[in-house]
């Protein structure tokens, strides 16, 4: 089987498996700081780009150090989420719609809102 070594912890791991040490950062306390978010964020956003977990994980928890939803084509551009965190400035949802075009420009989009009832 192929293998590849983390870039981050330096463990050979076969490809198919996560490294059991950003799993450990994945699964643990978001922290409260912004500034540690922030570097967290760097951690899996700058370079190297290689991903050790899964890709869910890994959106599941940019979304807790952004604290709010993301959309996995951001991840192309960290260096928004980045930014963003940085200046403390959430951006909203037409921007996210404009990053999806800049991906896409030619496809159709019908954004949905659903609307939850708690009741």
Aim: proline share 7%; net charge negative.
């Amino acid at each position: 089987m192929e293998k590849y070594i983390c870039p981050r912890h330096d463990i050979e791991l076969l490809k198919k498996d996560a490294c059991p040490k950003c799993l450990e950062i994945i699964n643990s306390v978001v922290p409260d700081a912004q500034a540690d978010r922030l570097e967290e964020l760097k951690f899996w956003c700058e370079e190297p780009r290689i991903l050790t977990v899964n890709i869910g994980n890994l959106l599941e928890r940019v979304e807790k150090l952004m604290g709010r939803p993301v959309w996995d084509l951001e991840l192309a551009h960290p260096e928004d989420l980045i930014h963003e965190l940085e200046t403390n400035q959430k951006i909203n949802f037409d921007r996210v719609l404009d990053k999806i075009k800049d991906f896409a420009p030619n496809a159709t989009m019908i954004p949905l809102i659903v609307e939850e009832n708690n009741e």
